[in-house]
């Protein structure tokens, strides 16, 4: 009412926190050490003031057939050349709602393919610097204990 921009009729049905239809969770974010993190002292020694190696957590299921899992750490080198085979760091842009997503997948040049069992990840996404883009290649990979307490 305050900014006087009308709301859709249905807004106010539903609960917070729901995303649109269409909407997905995000496939990875960047990593940001915790209080009491058990990866923390590991992922800081590993980058050892390397500022071109970027920590993010992966957050999908696109390459578990690779052996990556939701909760991984990935290190990734920023200044690094990939290769065919390699597991990358990517964005896939969507110039029409002018946003990026960051994405992780397997290269096989002249496309980026996930590895897991949905059929939406392993859509072949054509390297061309414009809708994606790699930004570097995964060197190292964390993971934590696993609770298996149930």
Do not use: H
Not at 13 to 37: F, V
Not at 123 to 128: G, I, N, Q
């Amino acid at each position: 009412a305050r900014t006087g921009i009308p709301v859709p009729a249905d807004a106010t049905s539903k609960p917070i926190g729901t995303r649109p239809s269409g909407m997905r969770e995000r496939e990875a974010e960047a990593y940001k050490a915790e209080p009491r993190d058990p990866l923390a002292d590991a992922v800081k020694a590993y980058i050892g003031g390397r500022d071109w190696i970027s920590p993010w957590v992966l957050r999908s299921r696109a390459l578990e057939y690779e052996g990556y899992r939701p909760g991984d750490v990935l290190l990734v080198d920023l200044n690094a050349e990939p290769r065919p085979g390699d597991v990358v760091c990517a964005q896939f842009y969507d110039w029409q709602r002018s946003g990026a997503e960051t994405v992780f997948r397997l290269c096989q040049p002249p496309v980026l393919i996930g590895t897991g069992a949905d059929e939406a990840f392993r859509k072949p996404r054509l390297v061309d610097d414009t809708n994606v883009a790699i930004k570097g290649v995964v060197l190292m990979s964390f993971r934590g204990r696993v609770d298996r307490s149930g």
